[in-house]
Structure formats: C-alpha cells, structure tokens
C-alpha cells in the first residue's frame, strides 16, 4: 500500500560504540510509531544493555537465544551465519505465537526483542556469531499488519561484515563528531554499494560447494536499498558544517540531525526513560526521510540471472562454472 510503505521492513542502525545507535533507535521507533505503523525493535547487540530502560518498556525480556536453541559452542542449535550461512530455522514466525517471556512493550506500544546477549553466558562461552544470525534470519509478522523491524545492532563494523546488513532494507549510519564515526559511515555505504552490484562475499573458508552457493545467495538476494546518515551529538552549527563536508561523496545521504543532549545523557545514566523533545523532531525528520524515499526507492533485483543452486551436486556445478569463468578459485 502506497501509504503505508515501511510495512514490514527492516531499518537496521549501525555505528561506531559510543555513536548513539540506541538513542537513534528510541527516538526512531517512537517517530514510526506516530506514523500509525506497528513497530518492533530488535535489541542485537551482544554486549550492551539499557535499552528497555530507554524505550520505557515493561521489562527486559527473555533473550530470542534460547527460544532458538542456544548457542552452537555449548551445544545448541544457533550457528554463525559466516562458518554455516544456513537460514536459521523456525526464524519467520508471528509475533503473536512469541512466549510472552521473549516480547516486552513500551508506552508507545513499541514491542522490544533481544537477540542474545554473552553477559550471562561466563568465560569461554564464545563469540557472538549466532546473535548475528538471528538478527539477520528474523522476519515477524503480526495480526494487525507487518511491523517496521528498527534493528539496533552491535557496535562496530562487524555486524556488516556478517552479512546482516543484507538482511536490512535501509541501513542507518549513526555518526558523532569523531573520526573513527566518519570512517565507518564511509565503509558501510562502500560495503552496501560492492553488495548491491553483485559483489559476492568471501567464501575461501567454506570447504563444501552447497554452503559456497548459500553464502553468495545470501548476498545476491540482499534486501538493502540504500545507507542514510544521521549526525548524532552535535553541539554547534561549526561541529555540523564539519560532519557535512566530511561525508560529501561518501553515497549515504544525510537524513537527520540529532543535537548534543545532555539531559538525555543523565538519562541513560540513571536507566530511565529517553524524553527530549529536540531528539524526538530529529526522529520524525528521519522517519519521514525514510518513508519518503521508501516511496521512491524500488527493492533491489537478483544480481546474477543465474539462479543459485540448492542442492550439493548442483551446487558443485554450479561452482565449477563461476570458478572457470572468473578465472579465480576459492582455496
């Protein structure tokens, strides 16, 4: 429906640590919220914790690592989407059949999810790879229509170069006034850009031509349409004008601009509840940026005409050509 264009897609809020990723994504979903969609944030950072607090919900719920499984390095059934890019099964489900112990709701009738966090899981529990498949495999639907999925992801680049950036249909890159935050907002629309010309991903540790083949099919049907910027705690117009001509050219066009809050800071300090009303305009501009160009922008089309094979022996042919006619082989 044309007025309603963000039905059931996935914003996904990347950045640097420190950037203000969760900020945005509290202000952001409250913005969608107002916009009349359902909205459903997606808590995938591993390590970090608060958000609940900041979205003003009910509680913290129950990690989606355990009613996946558990992780695959004590045995259960979650792997990293980079040694085993299988889909994550029984990963598309309704909200609605969620145990309630999975799902918390904030005043805004924002529905919060965690993918896993390590905290609890104690030394040598591993790394954080099977949190990334979840937050790259997880599609909800709901009675009431298909949410608006903001996804706060982990800090860093890492998350991008998993592969979850492919499963996001706009990719938000959340920069403060740092050169490290410039940088990352450069590779992230650099990386989306390789991906969204058919570049594959690196397959050379995969020793079985059916994962090879899942790998790159991942990519190839990649959902992300495009990288937007916000500029996040910016004390000055000064500070402003430099983060601006810093990212001219870098082909992830500025959407909003959320100042320097430092009650907002003393908030998260304190675990409470996110309430500024500057930051809150800043959400709006960004939500209705991107419901605008949702209008404008089309999905991406499969990269390759050939089609990507299922099964082992196809999958081994299928190779076979892509190695002769590239001229390159993965081992």
């Not at 935050?181 to 969204?196: C, F, K, N, S």
């Not at 099919?217 to 705690?233: H, K, N, Q, S, Y």
Request: aromatic share 4%; glycine share 10%; with cysteine.
């Amino acid at each position: 429906m044309r007025d309603k264009p963000l039905s059931g897609l996935r914003i996904g809020i990347f950045g640097k640590g420190g950037a203000g990723k969760s900020t945005v994504t509290v202000f952001l979903a409250r913005a969608l919220r107002e916009l009349g969609y359902p909205v459903v944030v997606l808590d995938a950072d591993s390590t970090n914790v608060g958000l609940a607090a900041a979205l003003g919900a009910d509680r913290e719920p129950d990690p989606l690592l355990a009613h996946f499984g558990g992780m695959v390095f004590s045995g259960g059934a979650v792997t990293c989407p980079v040694d085993d890019p299988t889909p994550l099964p029984g990963a598309e489900l309704r909200l609605e059949d969620l145990p309630s112990r999975f799902v918390a709701r904030s005043p805004h009738g924002i529905h919060l999810l965690v993918a896993g966090k390590l905290g609890k899981l104690g030394p040598g529990a591993g790394c954080d790879g099977p949190v990334t498949k979840i937050t790259r495999d997880l599609r909800l639907h709901h009675d009431k229509g298909d949410p608006v999925m903001v996804v706060d992801h982990k800090a860093g680049f890492e998350d991008a170069a998993r592969g979850a950036v492919t499963a996001v249909d706009w990719a938000i890159t959340a920069v403060d006034p740092t050169t490290a935050a410039i940088q990352m907002a450069w590779h992230l629309a650099g990386t989306v850009a390789e991906i969204r010309r058919g570049v594959p991903p690196a397959t050379r540790h995969l020793d079985r031509p059916e994962l090879v083949a899942l790998a790159v099919r991942v990519f190839r049907e990649a959902r992300i349409r495009g990288v937007l910027t916000v500029l996040t705690r910016v004390a000055s117009p000064a500070v402003e004008d430099h983060l601006r001509a810093a990212l001219q050219g870098s082909g992830a066009p500025l959407a909003a601009v959320f100042g320097e809050d430092r009650i907002v800071g003393a908030q998260w300090l304190r675990g409470e509840r996110l309430d500024s009303p500057q930051l809150a305009e800043a959400g709006r501009i960004l939500a209705q940026e991107i419901d605008t160009r949702a209008h404008e922008t089309a999905p991406p089309m499969a990269h390759h005409q050939e089609a990507v094979p299922h099964g082992a022996q196809e999958a081994a042919h299928w190779w076979d050509r892509a190695v002769s006619q590239s001229g390159r082989h993965p081992h």
